[in-house]
């Protein structure tokens, strides 16, 4: 009896993003090590949980592939990319990697569409909100960093920034959770 409820195809893919997923993970570690090295041990232990997270991801595809009853193929995972120049240049490059895995997401979401798999189409979902959330999480430091100076962040300010980042929540706060009483 044939149990498998994934198509080749998003069988595929969902391996696919699942070696991706580890593959964020990889670059999130490799910044956080970049950002130790230079002292910023804020951003560091931010970066180093973002890793974290990254993985979880990963370990939440693998767990769904297995349940849907297809196969999982662990795969090598790229190297992550060279070291960012500087603080600034760590979260633009965090913000890209972000934007292609959302990319990637999306188009799990539209394959799953076009199959009509309701049930990846639904587990998928979680992704959407969880990259939306990343994007904006990024965006909203890319902003502190552009008032603490941008590309020539230095001193007191680069210096509390760094220290706020060790209590910076995970996740960023979305627009539909936002209330007048809370905007
Ligand atoms: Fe897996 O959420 Fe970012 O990339």
Redesign the pocket.
Known sequence: MNTNRLSKTLSKALNNQMT??AH?SQIYLSYGCWARAQGYDGFANFLFR?AH??RN??MKILEYVLERGATISVEAIPMPPPNPDNIQDCFQKAFS??VD??ISIYKIVKMSFEESDWATWNFMQW?VK??TE?ETMIINILDKIKVAGGNNAKGEALYTLDRDMNSTPDDAELAQDKTVENP
């Open positions: 991706k997923e964020a973002h997270e990254e991801h990963m990697h972000e895995n959302t992704f969880e990259q990343e």
